[in-house]
């Protein structure tokens, strides 16, 4: 796989470049007035940023790697985040349940991180608007449903700024937007709560904020359906907003191959000051492929008679019964070890962080660290194996109460591997 260096040839400048600003100025940047910006929150002074407002403390982490739990935190501790060596953990939080009155530290996703950031872990959250699920139109910048959504946000930034390492201001916004909004709402909204969380953090932490800022996540760059005008925009409102950091991405894709088209894309059109995250990051879409076709054959060989397979059991009819009656942790591996569609790829996320790594530009990146209870219901053939991509794997592996939690072949290895001293926060 080649690195995905971009060439920076090919980079555009943009307003921080053209002014002369340093990377180093841009990556210790912290909390800035408001003085001197447009009303999109962007700096109209031609000056490069106050370095002072930025805490001594706050993190700029460089090539770090983590874990992801999503929105579902169980088994998610300090014990099992120190069992892979990781120092980072991410997830994120649906804004709908603040709205009808819960309070954002209530929020599992929230109270989860702020405890682990209380016991020195990196922490990144991202704030959900899903309003293709629920069938909503995205909201104009000053609507009534717009000031609804704002107000949702300030309740989630007063739980958790100045706490959280990086908060990620929307989580899928493409996948979360009816298809027909994404070039006319989209941007328009997240610039809009861009700008509003800018101005609460400049309110509210004069003296420097912890919390740095990226956009949401881009999906399915390697499908030339989804490239547009509006994911261009995506990028250049990114690298026009001195306050955002940069962005973030994530690529569930079928091969390597496919994954190295984000950092193609991407790349060459972020400014050279800012960094991209990867919070989410697998080969799910390859392992769905599999769901329809039968067990390999040395595998049921090996362990049909005492788990009642047949040649022609499927391998999703497998999943589901993992599921409801899980295995021990050697017919699992085994299961992972026979299966040539897994073997031939138990490299994946190594690979890819050592790719991501190279450019010299990933903040960080996390990996799906538990299999969610929903990983795990209502499994067909036509199912995403979400349960494939865990470090570890208690839903489909039976395992004492007392006992570490089991691990997925190869996966985990390969996570502590890449794991190192320097991205460790300091002890505050």
């Known amino acids: 796989m080649q690195s995905g260096r971009a060439p920076t040839s090919h980079a555009p400048l943009s307003r921080r470049q053209l002014f002369g600003l340093s990377a180093g100025a841009l990556l210790t940047a912290g909390c800035t007035g408001s003085a001197d910006r447009d009303d999109q929150g962007n700096d109209t002074s031609g000056k490069p940023e106050s370095t002072e407002s930025a805490k001594p403390h706050a993190s700029v982490p460089d090539g770090a790697l983590g874990a992801n739990f999503n929105e579902d935190p169980t088994y998610v501790d300090k014990a099992a985040l120190d069992g ?18 819960m309070a954002a530290e209530r929020l599992r996703a929230v109270d989860s991180l702020l405890n682990l950031h209380g016991q020195g872990f990196g922490t990144i959250l991202a704030l959900k608007f899903q309003f293709r699920k629920e069938g909503r139109t995205v909201p104009a910048p000053g609507s009534r449903e717009m000031r609804a959504e704002l107000a949702a946000v300030d309740k989630v930034l007063e739980a958790v700024l100045d706490k959280v390492e990086i908060l990620t201001l929307g989580n899928e916004p493409f996948l979360e937007t009816r298809p027909q909004e994404r070039r006319t709402r ?6 809009a709560v861009t700008k509003h969380v800018v101005d609460y953090r400049d309110e509210h932490f004069r003296e420097g904020c912890r919390t740095r800022l990226y956009m949401g996540a881009l999906n399915h760059l390697d499908d030339p359906a989804m490239l547009s005008d509006a994911t261009e925009e995506w990028i250049d409102f990114v690298n026009r907003t001195s306050q955002l950091d940069g962005l973030d ?19 060459p059109r972020l400014d050279g000051g800012k960094k991209f995250l990867v919070t989410e990051f697998s ?4 392992y769905q492929r599999q769901m329809p076709k039968p067990l390999s054959t040395p595998f049921v060989t090996a362990h049909g008679k005492e788990l009642g397979l047949g040649r022609d059991t499927r391998v999703w009819q497998f999943l589901k019964a993992a599921a409801e009656r899980p295995l021990t942790e050697e017919q699992w591996r085994d299961f992972l070890r026979m299966s040539p569609w897994f073997e031939d790829h138990k490299h994946f996320m190594r690979d890819q962080v050592t790719a991501y790594r190279e450019t010299g530009r990933l903040a960080v990146a996390t990996y799906g660290v538990v299999q969610g209870k929903a990983s795990v ?6 199912t995403k194996p979400w349960m494939l991509n865990s470090l570890y794997v208690p839903r489909t592996v039976r395992h004492a109460r007392s006992a570490p939690l089991p691990r997925t072949y190869a996966l ?15 002890k505050h």
């Open 84 to 101: 892979l060596g990781t120092g980072w953990v991410r997830g994120f939080t649906v804004l709908d349940r603040v709205k009808e009155g």
């Open 186 to 191: 989209l941007n328009a909204f997240y610039q």
């Open 249 to 267: 991405m994530h690529p569930h894709v079928t091969s390597a191959g496919a994954a190295q088209k984000y950092l193609d894309y991407v790349l």
């Open 283 to 286: 080969l799910v879409n390859h």
């Open 377 to 382: 219901r209502d499994l067909t053939e036509k």
């Open 412 to 426: 985990s290895d390969d996570f502590a591997a890449l794991q190192r001293e320097q991205d460790r926060l300091p």
